[in-house]
């Protein structure tokens, strides 16, 4: 029978960042995921120069065989209204990636064993951990599997009383007519803001592939926001009228409000298994990767002892970087005139280079004020 000290269910940033680090630190570790990668993964796909500093990825090399397109500039305002140019010359503020590139090139470095094209089925309590799949003896179990990784299930995780937001985008190799008709600058990704505030938009090029979204919090008509968002897109000629294939769907959590167990007696939960995502941008990415740096420390520390107490500080070392989380906190209802002053504000505010510049880019998309973990965080001993 299989045995390992630590089975990761889940092989995107999350779980190939853990894999690697508790690698480096000399753990026995494998990765489980249904998938066989390399995989396509719904996702706008920016990553910070922090998050590739965490990451240990030298830009230069990651970029002399796979997508990286530079980012020094975006382009906010809401929805039929003019947008607002934010440069950032010098080093790039950020860098666009085909996530079906970039998880398979972390995954395929972590040095974990990959058990890809397995599907996980259960997990039972056993002395000293848990039997996986009837088959795989773990001493810890990571789930990493993203907001509908079955880990988190098991543990807790109420799907039915959680408020996700819901996304859909495509991304597609344009033709070379399309390329040399696309109006978008790559290196400043456009963001479009719904009128009622809800969420936002975004057309993405990265070289010669497009990437066009749209995510709210209120995921009711959904489909309908994205193609009511797509016809406007076409008729102001910022997109081809017929785009290729259709639009797929993701949903993460926004990590002030997610509800469910982060950590159980030999079970912990890292990434958009979690609920990590930026409140203010709905990013995922660094998140993810942070909760797998701060959770080596805990494991490394566990000394193979993994009960939930000995977790804990896990779910401190969450909090102390992210803020504590308020899951039992109420909406407040307002009325309409409220909200139409609300969205007036913002509508003056998003007009205004310097808030869209210093606040909603520096500060909510690329958190410039939170400095990177340490990369000595992965070299423990």
Same mark, same amino acid.
């Given at each position: ?95 666009? &990636?085909? +996530? #079906?590139?970039? !998880? ?7 040095? %974990?064993? =990959? ?120 008729? &102001?000629? +910022? #997109?081809?009228? !017929? ?7 993701? %949903?993460? =959590? ?123 965080? #992965?070299?423990?001993?």
């Amino acid at each position: 029978m299989p045995e390992t000290e630590v089975l990761i269910i889940g092989g995107g940033p999350a779980g190939s960042t853990l894999a690697r680090a508790l690698r480096q630190a000399g753990k026995d570790v494998a990765i489980m995921d249904k998938a066989i990668f390399p995989r396509d993964k719904v996702c706008a796909g920016w990553v910070t120069p922090a998050v590739m500093q965490e990451l240990e990825i030298d830009p230069e090399d990651y970029a002399r065989d796979h997508v990286l397109q530079p980012i020094h500039g975006f382009r906010t305002g809401r929805i039929g209204q003019p947008l607002v140019q934010s440069d950032f010359p010098g080093e790039p503020a950020s860098y666009g &990636i085909r +996530r #079906i590139e970039f !998880d398979h090139y972390l995954l395929q470095r972590c040095g %974990a064993q =990959l058990m890809m094209g397995e599907t996980f089925s259960s997990m039972k309590r056993m002395a000293g951990g848990w039997l996986v799949n009837d088959s795989i003896r773990a001493e810890l179990v990571v789930g990493a599997g993203g907001h509908f990784c079955p880990v988190a299930r098991l543990i807790g995780a109420k799907r039915s009383r959680e408020t996700a937001v819901a996304a859909q985008e495509i991304e597609f190799e344009m033709s070379t007519q399309q390329m040399a008709d696309c109006p978008v600058d790559g290196q400043r990704p456009e963001l479009f803001f719904t009128p009622d505030l809800k969420g936002y938009g975004w057309i993405f090029r990265k070289g010669k592939y497009l990437n066009i979204g749209l995510g709210r919090e209120d995921k009711h008509k959904l489909s309908g926001h994205v193609e009511q968002f797509c016809q406007y897109l076409a008729q &102001i000629g +910022r #997109i081809p009228r !017929d785009l290729p294939g259709k639009f797929k769907g993701h %949903a993460y =959590l926004l990590y002030p409000h997610a509800t469910r167990p982060l950590i159980g007696d030999n079970v912990m939960l890292i990434g958009d298994a979690a609920g990590l995502a930026y409140a203010q941008s709905g990013e995922g990415i660094r998140p993810a990767v942070e909760s797998a740096l701060l959770a080596v420390q805990v494991i490394h520390n566990c000394r193979g002892d993994y009960a939930m107490d000995r977790l804990r500080p896990y779910v401190d070392k969450l909090e102390e970087r992210f803020g504590a989380r308020q899951p039992k906190a109420k909406a407040v209802k307002t009325g309409k005139r409220v909200q139409r002053a609300r969205q007036m504000l913002a509508g003056m505010l998003l007009k205004s280079r310097w808030f869209s510049r210093n606040l909603l880019i520096r500060r909510w998309f690329l958190h410039e004020q939170d400095r990177p973990l340490p990369a000595s965080t #992965i070299h423990v001993s």
